[in-house]
Every structure is written in structure tokens, then in C-alpha cells.
């Protein structure tokens, strides 16, 4: 079916800059969004960025420091952090809706890669 790797988590000091990215792979016809959600210890999974059909949506608190971008032709997503604090660390997962070959639109998400941010 669909896979989504992630990958470019780490440990990163506070203020420091990380880029995840998120390919897409498999039996897919169509990506419509892509988007990146974050987990943080003992906290819901919450939505922190999308893109879709070339619009952007940020969760407040991210607006200014981080930026998604997608490759269209390459069904990757990217999300570039800056001015990373400590409250920012977390679980960060990709999910992408999209068409696979059975002409059935789905969410897929990716396993999640760790991101620590030090003090």
C-alpha cells in the first residue's frame, strides 16, 4: 500500500534549526495533503503544520519558526524548525492523505521520528 518515512529527527540545542522530511512510497495515484503532527510525552498527538493543493495552515504557536513545504513531484513533505525551544520536543509524525491504487482515498502516517531539543 502506502508508506511515509520520515526522517532528520535528533537532539538539537534551543534556538537551533532542524529540517524533517517525509516521503511518500508505494501504491499511491494521488497525494492531496501532507501535513506534520507532534507527540509529546504524556500528550495528545497534535496537528502542527499541512499543506494542500498549495496552501499552508500553522498551529499558532509554530507560526513564524517553522515552514512545510512539499515536493510535488517527489511526494515529499519538509518541515524547516528554527528557533527550536525545549517545549518543542516531541515525537513528530507525518501523515498524507491520499489515492492509492485501489482508488480509495485514506490517511497514512509514518512511524515518527524523535526530536529532542536541550535547554
Known amino acids: 500500500q502506502v508508506q511515509l518515512v520520515e526522517s532528520g529527527g535528533g537532539l538539537v540545542q534551543a534556538g537551533g534549526s532542524l529540517r524533517l522530511s517525509c516521503a511518500a512510497s508505494?501504491?499511491?495515484?494521488?497525494?492531496?495533503?501532507m501535513g506534520w503532527y507532534r507527540q509529546a510525552p504524556g500528550k495528545q498527538r497534535e496537528l502542527v503544520a499541512v499543506t494542500s493543493g498549495g496552501s499552508t495552515n500553522y498551529v499558532d504557536y509554530v507560526k513564524g519558526r517553522f515552514t512545510i513545504s512539499k515536493d510535488n513531484a517527489k511526494n515529499t513533505v519538509y518541515l524547516q524548525r528554527s528557533s527550536l525551544k525545549p517545549e518543542d520536543t516531541a515525537v513528530y509524525y507525518c501523515?498524507?492523505?491520499?489515492?492509492?491504487?485501489?482508488?480509495?482515498?485514506?490517511?497514512?502516517w509514518g512511524q515518527g521520528t524523535q526530536v529532542t531539543v536541550s535547554s
Open positions: 508505494g501504491s499511491i495515484v494521488r497525494v492531496y495533503t
Open positions: 501523515n498524507a492523505g491520499a489515492v492509492n491504487s485501489d482508488y480509495k482515498f485514506d490517511g497514512y
